[in-house]
């Protein structure tokens, strides 16, 4: 079995940071990518940033310049180093990963539970 779990979100200040790490558990054959999605109270769930097996990262234009993901493949872990925060980056956060499990013969997708981030004063 699978698991994706997150930790690191929390209240923040507008312009303080958080990272956020994702930790993939069980028996991983191959991870494909790994990205990192938000939802809002009353919005959709979106894609902040992502990035693949082999390290190129993508961005969402909402948070270019401030955020960074980086991953440890061999940990089977990703990161967001978000800067500059916003009361606009509220939201609660997800984990995303398409992998292989050991005995699957296809890419599947998992998630992981959330954490939220709440950026106020």
């Known amino acids: 079995q699978v698991q994706l779990v997150e930790s690191g979100g929390g209240l923040v200040q507008p312009g303080g940071s958080l990272r956020l790490s994702c930790a993939g558990s069980g028996s991983i054959i191959s991870i494909n990518n790994m990205d990192w999605y938000r939802q809002a109270p009353g919005k959709q769930r979106e894609l902040v940033a992502g990035i693949t097996r082999d390290g190129s990262p993508n961005y969402a234009d909402s948070v270019k310049g401030r955020f960074t993901i980086s991953s440890d493949n061999a940990k089977k872990m990703v990161y967001l180093q978000m800067n500059s925060l916003k009361p606009e980056d509220t939201a609660v956060y997800y984990c995303?990963?398409?992998?292989?499990?050991?005995?699957?013969?296809?890419?599947?997708?998992?998630w992981g539970q959330g954490t939220q981030v709440t950026v106020s004063s």
């Open positions: 995303y990963a398409r992998l292989i499990r050991s005995g699957d013969l296809e890419w599947k997708d998992y």
